[in-house]
Structures are given as structure tokens and as C-alpha cells.
């Protein structure tokens, strides 16, 4: 599994201590370290939402990372401020059959009265070993600029610009170069008890230059908001969006609507009551040929106690996923029941650790040899362990299995992604 690179991470603690006494100057930080990565197969979004024309774009989004790969990586950091408004990050990985390096810019300063964030990030990833597949050398880069302008003490106006490309070592049929374009206009409002809210307009354009298919525009509302009242906290975030593409018939055309909602409600000085809410309407133009308009609808309802340094939850959740009907194919149609169980663990530069489990039952509404009613575990857990002030153990860990009426449709999915890193 871990073939030559498995004395790697040692090489490159070795190498990095030579540089302990350039890491006292001011400012500078060193990481040197070694880690690991697995998937055990592609891993999709179990969604509707992710059919249409980019699907092909959204699957690499989701596959990208090393498949059964130890890794070296040594990162640098500069920080010129003591309240570190502005820091560059300099990445290098390298496996067996990969080199990936990156650079990452922040900065956080005024103009006047206003506030003015920005981050960029560019990344190299390149195959120098073994066959070239979908996705495996590209060019990255990533930058968002936002303008905060204080209108009186509790309103602010916002400005927010991004963009994004992606240009693939070769061009094929499933490599697509892309470059995307947009910004938001909103106002954001400062309530009592630290609470706040947003409004913003949102446009967004993709080019795809080897396929205009894949090009659109979009824009929409979205609005979001987080508040303190007496007996607990809520929060929730709403979008609207109207998104082309540019393909005949009005195909993947849609609009989207998304409502998320999360409710704390502490009952005393340790229990609480937690109701989520995720709801999500997909509308595709009506002269499109392949899609079927679709809502997906979740709420969980957890029960549980928790202080400062751990939380403990557990209930139900439910998620129902209905299209549109069809004379020619079967729909997606399901419900789905489950247990969920989430238990959060944090102590200031110690240990960080969240787990989560959710077991059930998905019925299918439409029940054949592709698709069939299945049992289900799922867990995901992320940790960050600091070790003698020193050395940082960072893990991600995402697993599903599905037990089938057909046994011939059972399925496991493994995600692991971890890193011992070295500080100094």
C-alpha cells in the first residue's frame, strides 16, 4: 500500500529541521510532515442535482485527490504583521506519482473606513509517473476580493468579485478548460447580541472554451443570517438562482431554490434541542428533453447536553427525494429514515474531534434490479491532535456502506486524508 514513499515523511522532518534556526525570524513559519490519502472509488454526490451538462466537472471536483498515496509536503508561511492581516502559504506535496504545489494569499486590511478582505490561491498538480487519466495535471487558480463600506454603525454595503480557471496539462473529451467570472452586491446588517444578516444579488459566468455546451450564466439572490436570542442560537441561509447554459432547447437550463435552517434551543445549563431543516426545488425550463424537475427535503431533530469542552446529540432524520413524473423511465423517488448521532470534542490547542453517524433506511419509490430499498451507515469524523506544541496529527475520514435487497448492489465507499506535521 504505502510502497517507497513510506519513509518519505521522515526525509522530509530531517530536511526541515535544518531550517530551525531561519524559523525564529519574525513572522516566518515552517511545517514539514508527512501524510496519507485513500479512496477507495470515484466519490459521487447521491443527488439529482448533480445531472446536467457540467456533471462531468463536478465528479472531478469530487475525485480530486490522491487514490492510495503516502505523501511528503512542507509548507512555509509568512505572516509580516503581529496581527496577521496579511500571510502567504507556500505548499509542496509529493507521492509516488505525484507533484503538488500551492500558493496562498490573504490579506485582511482597511481603506479609510472600510474594510477590504482578499484570498487567492494557485495550485500545480502534475503525473510524473505511470498513465495520465481524467484530471491528473491541471493549473488552478482561485482569487475573491471584498469590499465592506460602513453606511451607519449597524448597516453595511458589500462588494464581492471572484474568479476561477482551471487549464488541464491536455486537452480531451473529458478535460474541459474553464474559466468562471462573477461577483455579489448586498447589504449586511448588525442586530444586538453579536446577531447579523445578509442580502446579496449574485451573477456568475462560466466559459468553457472546447465546449460552449458547458458555458452559462447565472444569477440570483441569496440571503443568510445568525442570531443569538435567550434560550439559544439560530441561523439559516437561502438562495434563489436562474442558471443557462448555452445548449439547445433550453437544456440543464433551471432555477434553483435551497433553504437550510439549523435551531438551538438549550433546555438548562447542559441539554438542548437542535432541529435542522435543508430543503432544496430544482425547475428545469419546460421544453427541456432529458431533465425532470425534482425537491429534496431533509429535517432532523436532535436531542442532547454538552458544556464548553464536549457536545453529545442524537434523533431522527428523515430525507424524501421526489421528481417529476415519467412515462418512459423510473424516478429517483425515495424516503429515507435514520438514526443520527453526532458527539463534538474540543480543547483549546489540544484536541479537536467531530464525529458523525447516521443509520437507516432508504425506500425506493420505484423498485427494480438497478435501483433497490437498502440498509445504511454513515460516518464522518475530522480531528486535529496537537502533540507537544510541536507536532499537529490532522485526519478526515468519510465512509458509507449500503447493504441491498439484491446483495449484487451492496456498496462501500472509503475517504481518508491525514497528515503528521512538524511545526517550527
Known amino acids: 500500500m504505502f510502497r517507497n514513499g513510506k519513509y518519505w515523511g521522515i526525509?522530509?522532518?530531517?530536511?526541515?529541521?535544518?531550517?530551525?534556526?531561519?524559523?525564529?525570524?519574525?513572522?516566518?513559519?515552517?511545517?514539514?510532515?508527512?501524510?496519507?490519502?485513500?479512496?477507495?472509488?470515484?466519490?459521487?454526490?447521491?443527488?439529482?442535482?448533480?445531472?446536467?451538462?457540467?456533471?462531468?466537472?463536478?465528479?472531478?471536483?469530487?475525485?480530486?485527490?490522491?487514490?492510495?498515496?503516502?505523501?511528503?509536503?512542507?509548507?512555509?508561511t509568512i505572516s509580516p504583521y503581529a496581527d496577521h492581516r496579511w500571510e502567504i502559504t507556500?505548499?509542496?506535496?509529493?507521492?509516488?506519482?505525484?507533484?503538488?504545489?500551492?500558493?496562498?494569499?490573504?490579506?485582511?486590511?482597511?481603506?479609510?473606513?472600510?474594510?477590504?478582505?482578499?484570498?487567492?490561491?494557485?495550485?500545480w498538480r502534475h503525473r510524473y509517473r505511470d498513465t495520465v487519466t481524467f484530471g491528473d495535471s491541471y493549473l488552478y487558480g482561485y482569487s475573491q476580493e471584498r469590499l465592506s463600506i460602513p453606511l451607519n454603525q449597524s448597516l453595511k454595503s458589500t462588494f464581492q468579485l471572484q474568479g476561477e480557471f482551471v487549464n488541464f496539462d491536455s486537452v480531451s473529451s473529458f478535460n474541459f478548460n474553464y474559466y468562471r467570472l462573477g461577483g455579489k452586491i448586498g447589504l449586511q446588517k448588525l442586530f444586538e447580541n453579536f446577531s447579523s444578516g445578509d442580502i446579496k444579488i449574485t451573477l456568475m459566468t462560466r466559459t468553457v472554451p472546447d465546449s460552449s455546451q458547458l458555458s452559462y450564466e447565472s444569477y440570483g439572490l441569496e440571503s443568510s443570517y445568525f442570531g443569538f436570542y435567550q434560550q439559544g442560537e439560530l441561523d439559516f441561509y437561502g438562495s434563489l438562482e436562474k442558471k443557462n447554459y448555452h445548449q439547445e432547447l433550453n437544456k440543464d437550463d433551471y432555477f434553483r431554490v435551497i433553504?437550510?435552517?439549523?435551531?438551538?434551543?438549550?433546555?438548562?445549563?447542559?441539554?438542548?434541542?437542535?432541529?435542522?431543516?435543508?430543503?432544496?426545488?430544482?425547475?428545469?425550463?419546460?421544453?427541456?428533453?432529458?431533465?425532470?424537475?425534482?425537491?429534496?427535503?431533509?429535517?432532523?431533530?436532535?436531542?442532547?447536553?454538552?458544556?464548553?469542552?464536549?457536545?453529545?446529540?442524537?434523533?431522527?432524520?428523515?430525507?424524501?427525494?421526489?421528481?417529476?413524473?415519467?412515462?418512459?423511465?423510473?424516478?429517483?423517488?425515495?424516503?429515507?429514515?435514520?438514526?443520527?448521532?453526532?458527539?463534538?470534542?474540543?480543547?483549546?490547542?489540544?484536541?479537536?474531534?467531530?464525529?458523525?453517524?447516521?443509520?437507516?433506511?432508504?425506500?425506493?419509490?420505484?423498485?427494480?434490479?438497478?435501483?433497490?430499498?437498502?440498509?445504511?451507515?454513515?460516518?464522518?469524523?475530522?480531528?486535529?491532535?496537537?502533540?507537544?506544541?510541536?507536532?499537529?496529527?490532522?485526519?478526515?475520514?468519510?465512509?458509507?456502506?449500503?447493504?441491498?435487497?439484491?446483495?449484487?448492489?451492496n456498496s462501500q465507499i472509503y475517504l481518508l486524508s491525514s497528515s503528521l506535521t512538524y511545526n517550527f
Not at 519574525?26 to 448533480?50: T, V
Not at 509529493?94 to 477590504?116: C, M, P, V, W, Y
Not at 446529540?313 to 423517488?333: H, I, R, T
Request: aromatic share 16%.
Open 259 to 409: 433553504f437550510d435552517g439549523n435551531n438551538r434551543l438549550r433546555l438548562g445549563q447542559i441539554f438542548f434541542i437542535r432541529q435542522e431543516i435543508n430543503f432544496e426545488l430544482t425547475a428545469y425550463n419546460a421544453d427541456d428533453p432529458i431533465n425532470r424537475n425534482y425537491t429534496q427535503t431533509e429535517f432532523v431533530l436532535l436531542t442532547g447536553m454538552g458544556n464548553q469542552l464536549y457536545s453529545f446529540a442524537f434523533g431522527p432524520d428523515l430525507a424524501l427525494l421526489k421528481e417529476d413524473e415519467d412515462d418512459l423511465l423510473d424516478g429517483d423517488d425515495y424516503f429515507e429514515s435514520g438514526l443520527k448521532a453526532e458527539f463534538d470534542y474540543m480543547k483549546i490547542n489540544l484536541l479537536f474531534a467531530s464525529l458523525e453517524s447516521v443509520t437507516g433506511y432508504r425506500n425506493q419509490k420505484y423498485d427494480n434490479e438497478i435501483q433497490t430499498d437498502y440498509t445504511f451507515e454513515r460516518l464522518n469524523l475530522i480531528s486535529n491532535l496537537k502533540l507537544f506544541k510541536i507536532l499537529d496529527f490532522n485526519l478526515l475520514f468519510s465512509a458509507e456502506w449500503e447493504w441491498h435487497e439484491i446483495a449484487t448492489n
Open 90 to 123: 507556500s505548499r509542496y506535496e509529493q507521492t509516488d506519482n505525484f507533484i503538488r504545489a500551492k500558493l496562498q494569499n490573504e490579506l485582511h486590511t482597511k481603506i479609510g473606513t472600510s474594510n477590504f478582505d482578499f484570498n487567492g490561491e494557485l495550485e
Open 11 to 76: 526525509v522530509f522532518i530531517v530536511f526541515a529541521g535544518a531550517f530551525g534556526n531561519i524559523a525564529q525570524a519574525s513572522g516566518i513559519n515552517f511545517k514539514a510532515g508527512f501524510g496519507y490519502d485513500f479512496i477507495s472509488q470515484q466519490y459521487f454526490l447521491d443527488s439529482a442535482s448533480q445531472a446536467g451538462a457540467d456533471s462531468t466537472l463536478n465528479n472531478w471536483t469530487l475525485t480530486n485527490n490522491y487514490l492510495d498515496d503516502p505523501k511528503g509536503l512542507f509548507s512555509m
